[in-house]
């Protein structure tokens, strides 16, 4: 019998967890979306020298921490927490001075960049999470009766590097 509510157990564990990544695959791409009209920043004071900036915009994710001897001034005394938005037009316009094509320069899609000894940045672009939490509820949302022997795994495998190899050979001419 305990066998039977375990299988139960993982099965609505399995489901709720679909469900989430689904959720939080339609909320990033609305965030996504709107990156590239608004830059959202949350900033919270983590100690009275430390703060950090959750931010989206420009169709990038940004944790950025800050050392900072007057954080705790920027914020009000009864939050550690604020929330800002502002047009991302702003930020358009003044790339679009710098550059003269008019067009952003190429970026990373994720890394980390410091600038000082006191600001330190991990980014990642929006697409990265909207793909791994779809592919998350895709896997844990589908049923998987059917078993595939190794043989066929191989050969799986064997396509997938044909079809890598020819991509590769295509981008680089």
């Known amino acids: 019998m305990s066998g039977q509510v375990a299988t139960a157990m993982l099965k609505y564990v399995r489901i709720t967890v679909s469900v989430l990544s689904l959720t939080a695959c339609v909320l990033l791409s609305a965030l996504w979306i709107r990156s590239y009209t608004w830059i959202e920043n949350f900033d919270v004071l983590v100690t009275s020298t430390r703060s950090a900036t959750f931010r ?19 914020f009000s005394p009864e939050r550690n927490w604020r929330y800002r938005s502002c ?8 790339v679009a ?37 779809a592919v ?21 495998t064997a396509y997938a590097a044909l079809l890598l190899v020819i991509v590769i050979c295509i981008v680089g001419r």
């Open 97 to 133: 001075r710098m550059e003269p094509s008019g067009v952003f320069p190429p970026q990373p899609n994720f890394g980390f960049r410091r600038r000082n000894s006191a600001h330190s940045y991990l980014f990642v672009r929006h697409w990265i999470p909207v793909v791994i939490t």
């Open 56 to 74: 989206s915009g420009l169709g990038e994710l940004t944790v950025h921490w800050t050392f900072d001897p007057d954080a705790a001034y920027q």
């Open 136 to 156: 998350l509820a895709a896997a844990l949302g589908i049923r998987r009766p059917f078993r595939f022997r190794l043989r066929t795994m191989l050969i799986a």
């Open 87 to 94: 047009s991302a037009q702003g930020i358009i316009d003044a």
